[in-house]
């Protein structure tokens, strides 16, 4: 069964997901710069675009043109990175020829 969600839902969940891993860390100083609130959710966002932007400039898979399109896009990495696992888990299935069920 491939699962595909509201790439905004998984977006949100990967944040909550950092949340969890920190308070479990005891991670004081990233849980205050990230609270669990619609403006620590943009923060994260904004900083994890920040930190992707350096890797996609140098990367080979990024064009101007691709690179263009990222430009304001909150949580682009977090998107390109839901879209490309997708992308990668229905061209496994397809080569493999395994039953896939996609909902």
Not at 42 to 47: K, P, V
Not at 58 to 70: P, Q
Not at 88 to 100: F, G, H, I, V
Request: glycine share 2%; net charge negative.
């Amino acid at each position: 069964i491939h699962l595909l969600r509201n790439p905004f839902n998984n977006a949100v969940s990967r944040f909550h997901l950092q949340q969890h891993e920190h308070k479990y860390k005891d991670d004081e100083d990233w849980l205050e710069k990230y609270p669990s609130s619609p403006e620590g959710f943009q923060l994260w966002c904004a900083d994890m675009d920040k930190l992707h932007t350096k890797e996609d400039q140098n990367s080979r898979f990024f064009d101007e043109k691709l690179l263009d399109m990222l430009e304001g896009v909150p949580c682009h990495a977090e998107f390109y990175e839901y879209a490309q696992w997708h992308r990668l888990a229905l061209d496994t299935t397809r080569d493999l020829r395994l039953p896939s069920l996609v909902i």
